[in-house]
């Protein structure tokens, strides 16, 4: 745990919360007067969320932020196990960064891959599809960005500032934060913020208690930033999140799974994320601007699994995954005009080397097992205004990725050339008709190193990587209408996935030896929309996105989770914000269509809806927000398709419910006071 002198400092420090316009629109100019909020902005490519909508949710897991977003799913009902989902593929098929850190890291297939404490977030920027070659996302991106004291003070007549907040959630979970910023010398700028999250066992829509969620997260996140000059940054950050408590050996499964494989029997776990990242930014205006960071991102799961009444791999011992990762990204943009023709470069450079150990038995030495990746690519996109109405961005992407099985002294070696293309037509203002097509590529993975996995994977001298292509068309419409603004949003994607890598364990291997291997095909069509309408304090939306898997051409029997089809989605959100009084409201919800999926798994269908508000200097207090909520109204019993779900007869448990069903009805309180 942060040590308790850190926690004293903490004490002692508190955070003016961000400012923002509480407008929700898509492709909107309506201007709102500013309130203080501290919140999320999120933007896709259909629809942007801004801070003042998105702090009404009060968001502690990233389904609180990025559920509602067409395409996108969030699986996993413990902390420990968040899993980003879009369109059906998860983090393991996605890019996904944390102030420029990516965050590749397979550890357990039982827990997620992604440590993220959503109330420090300042943006989330989500690429729905492989739509550009300056990521290798397979099925697209997400880049979080964490606040920092330039973002706090930005509107602030202020050098320093301060922030307090507590919550309360009546299904299970107390939190607490305190943030301190200021302005410290004429250059340089400081940001200390420090979280706490108490959970217990919640309660499902039937009454159902949990078990083994009560645990504890702590988040620290330390920024300083350096302007040597005004179109000059340098910034250096330490993050920290540790995740600890008495958890089930199987935490993405259910409770009813949970208690007929160990009953009440739980194991003490840590799970932290420790990064260290340094970024440099220089803005010489259109002819180059440039983003480069450099960053160490490193993971530790440690379990004590010595009950012997558990049946565990590699015996009941006290064990540790860790994966090191280090990395850079530089970015660069430059506007140029040749032969009378604009020009847009995108371009830059990416490396990524891990390196994933196991230690079976903490109590002995020498034990690590280790395995090794590293991935380099070098990108070029052109957008090129080729007339006023027309623009098309040509794209290409060179990409390097290797991996070393450190026990059995087998590497592997694999690289491509990507190519892609988009065009825009505007043929009139508000009006935008849009096309891409991107080239797709992926190298194995490092196999999962809690399992012990990498002690006997041997290289499969045949297997390619796993290659295909994004096509996707769409259009966008914004125009005032009837004294407001309406926009519209829709796309039609079809992704085909060649080559689809899983593992399987190696014919007539007298050792138990397993290997990557090529399984078939995989095909993804549907489509997404979306329509906004804001109107003085009313602001409105809604969302639908559909898609279907194909895998008649696919190997099914060794095939990961690495994809969980989604059913037909429906999100709204309609908002009103009470100037006078400082007040907003907002009602929000899903209908979730029920699904049989490629692999024949039936999902049923849900809707879910919730409502909150939010007063600003209440009661006469300035900086005193109160925020107020009920999540899941109807206390609906529910399993979100992006989380385990289904039933099996296991060759040694028997029958089993499998289903991660979500918390029910809770009543969410917060209070912030800012300085």
Not at 193 to 200: H, K, L, P
Not at 516 to 527: F, K
Request: charged share 20%.
């Amino acid at each position: 745990m942060i040590n308790s002198t850190l926690r004293s400092v903490l004490m002692g420090t508190s955070l003016l919360a961000a400012v923002s316009a509480p407008a929700l629109a898509q492709e909107s100019d309506r201007e709102l007067d500013a309130v203080q909020v501290w919140g999320t902005e999120v933007q896709s490519d259909l629809l942007t969320l801004d801070e003042g909508d998105l702090s009404l949710k009060q968001a502690d897991h990233l389904s609180d932020l990025l559920r509602i977003v067409p395409g996108v799913d969030i699986g996993g009902t413990h902390s420990v196990n968040s899993r980003i989902n879009i369109r059906g593929l998860d983090d393991r098929q996605l890019d996904i960064y944390i102030d420029g850190a990516l965050q590749t890291n397979y550890l357990y297939h039982h827990l997620g891959n992604l440590l993220i404490n959503a109330d420090i977030l300042t943006s989330a920027e989500i690429e729905v599809g492989a739509n550009s070659l300056t990521h290798g996302g397979v099925g697209g991106a997400v880049r979080f960005r964490t606040k920092t004291a330039e973002d706090l003070l930005a509107n602030s007549e202020n050098n320093f500032g301060g922030r307090i907040m507590g919550s309360y959630n009546s299904n299970a979970q107390t939190a607490w934060s305190l943030t301190g910023y200021g302005q410290l010398t004429e250059q340089i700028d400081g940001l200390i913020y420090f979280n706490q999250i108490d959970r217990d066992n919640f309660e499902d829509g039937d009454g159902r208690e949990t078990i083994g969620s009560d645990g504890t997260t702590e988040h620290l996140l330390i920024k300083f930033g350096f302007e040597p000059t005004e179109n000059q940054r340098i910034q250096l950050s330490y993050d920290l999140l540790e995740d600890a408590g008495d958890y089930t050996q199987r935490p993405d499964m259910g409770v009813l799974t949970n208690q007929a494989i160990t009953g009440d029997i739980l194991l003490p776990t840590e799970y932290t994320r420790e990064t260290i990242n340094l970024s440099y930014a220089l803005d010489l205006g259109p002819a180059f601007m440039l983003e480069a960071t450099a960053y160490t991102n490193d993971l530790e799961l440690t379990r004590d699994e010595t009950n012997t009444a558990v049946r565990v791999q590699n015996g009941n011992t006290l064990k540790r995954a860790m994966a090191e990762n280090q990395g850079f990204n530089l970015m660069a943009r430059s506007d140029v005009e040749l032969g009378g023709i604009g020009h847009n470069f995108t371009y830059g450079v990416q490396y990524f080397a891990q390196d994933l150990s196991f230690d079976p038995d903490l109590a002995t030495a020498d034990d690590t097992i280790e395995q090794e990746s590293e991935n380099l690519a070098f990108y070029i996109e052109d957008e090129i205004e080729v007339t006023d109405i027309f623009r098309v961005r040509p794209g290409i992407r060179a990409v390097n990725h290797e991996v070393t099985y450190v026990e059995t002294g087998e590497s592997g070696e694999f690289d491509d050339i990507l190519f892609a293309v988009a065009g825009e037509l505007e043929p009139y203002e508000g009006l935008t008709f849009l096309a891409s097509y991107t080239e797709i590529f992926s190298g194995p993975e490092l196999a999962e190193p809690f399992a012990g996995s990498g002690s006997n994977k041997i290289v499969n001298p045949a297997l390619e990587a796993e290659t295909g292509e994004n096509i996707e068309a769409g259009v966008r419409f914004v125009s005032d209408f009837m004294g407001g603004q309406i926009g519209f949003g829709a796309n039609v994607f079809q992704t085909n996935l060649d080559n689809y890598i899983g593992e399987v364990d190696v014919a007539d291997s007298a050792t138990g030896e397993t290997q990557d291997a090529n399984l078939g095909s995989v095909e993804i069509r549907g489509y997404e929309a979306s329509i906004t309408y804001a109107n003085g304090p009313w602001n409105f939306f809604a969302t639908h996105n559909s898609s279907d898997f194909d895998t008649s051409e696919l190997d099914t029997s060794s095939v990961s989770e690495s994809f969980r089809e989604i059913g037909d989605t429906t999100s709204y959100e309609l908002s009103y914000q009470f100037d006078s009084l400082n007040l907003s409201v907002a009602l929000n919800g899903q209908f979730i269509d029920d699904v049989t999926t490629s692999l024949g798994e039936d999902k049923e269908s849900y809707n879910l809806h919730n409502i909150a508000a939010r007063w600003e200097n209440a009661l006469g207090f300035d900086g005193l927000s109160l925020t107020g909520g009920v999540d899941n109204i109807f206390d609906t019993t529910y399993t979100s398709h992006a989380s385990r779900l289904g039933a099996t007869n296991h060759p040694v448990f028997g029958a089993l419910i499998l289903n991660d069903v979500e918390p029910g009805r809770n009543i969410k309180i917060t209070i912030a006071q800012t300085f």
